[in-house]
T-cell receptor
């Protein structure tokens, strides 16, 4: 069964430093998509970055990059030059692939990031 | 360029009442997804709809919950005879196609008294 695991319930990082949020996944699909979303205290879900299972290059979006290691089934999010506004909950998610015939997205439990001034 | 819109943002119901949550997808998106988030937890998939069709409802409780996405108008998630355990944030997301990135609305926070 598909599963997303985020092993860090909470993380602290100093402002302007980089931080890595871990995510591992389990799937038997060959084709799938991996996502990271940010949920600030206001509650909305903000899309950050996407990685397709067939993409050979790691995805990058501004200060966000996704360290995709397919053989290890990991999709860690790297935030460079942390800012106070990065303090939020971060969710890793995986969209089912065509192999299973479904397209629902499953989410990890989340990692709460605290950026210290 | 409006994103996904949900209303109401906050909804209070007494046990036994009905809750109706509305979701207007991004213009041009024909795929809608509903998720539920309990406090301090991740999002749990409930249902995936295309216009007028339910594609996957494997995450929907078998009783009291229903969803629709009519040809015209918003998608509706309906919860009948609400119980305290239904208190949660309900998020709607939309995408242009089934394999595209899903964009989320601001959520509806349901409180059952």
């Amino acid at each position: 069964a598909q599963k997303i695991t985020q092993t860090q319930p909470g993380m602290f990082v100093q402002e302007k430093e980089a931080v890595t949020l871990d995510c591992t996944y389990d799937t038997s699909d060959q084709s799938y998509g991996l996502f990271w979303y940010k949920q600030p205290s206001s509650g909305e879900m903000i899309f950050l970055i996407y990685q397709g299972s067939y993409d050979e290059q790691n995805a990058t979006e501004g200060r966000y990059s996704l360290n995709f290691q397919k053989a290890r089934k990991s999709a860690n999010l790297v935030i460079s030059a942390s800012q106070l506004g990065d303090s939020a909950m971060y969710f890793c998610a995986m969209r089912e692939g065509r192999d299973t015939g479904g397209f629902k997205t499953i989410f990890g439990a989340g990692t709460r990031l605290f950026v210290k001034a | 360029n409006a994103g996904v819109m949900q209303n109401p943002r906050h909804l209070v119901r007494r046990r036994g009442q009905e809750a109706r949550l509305r979701c207007s997808p991004v213009k041009g998106h024909s795929h809608v997804y509903w998720y539920r988030q309990l406090p301090e937890e991740g999002l749990k998939f409930m249902v995936y709809l295309q216009k007028e069709n339910i594609i996957d409802e494997s995450g929907m409780p078998k009783e009291r919950f229903s969803a629709e996405f009519p040809k015209e108008g918003p998608s509706i998630l309906r919860i009948q005879q609400v119980v305290r355990g239904d208190s949660a944030a309900y998020f709607c997301a939309s995408s242009p196609g089934p394999t595209d990135t899903q964009y989320f609305g601001p959520g509806t926070r349901l409180t059952v008294l």
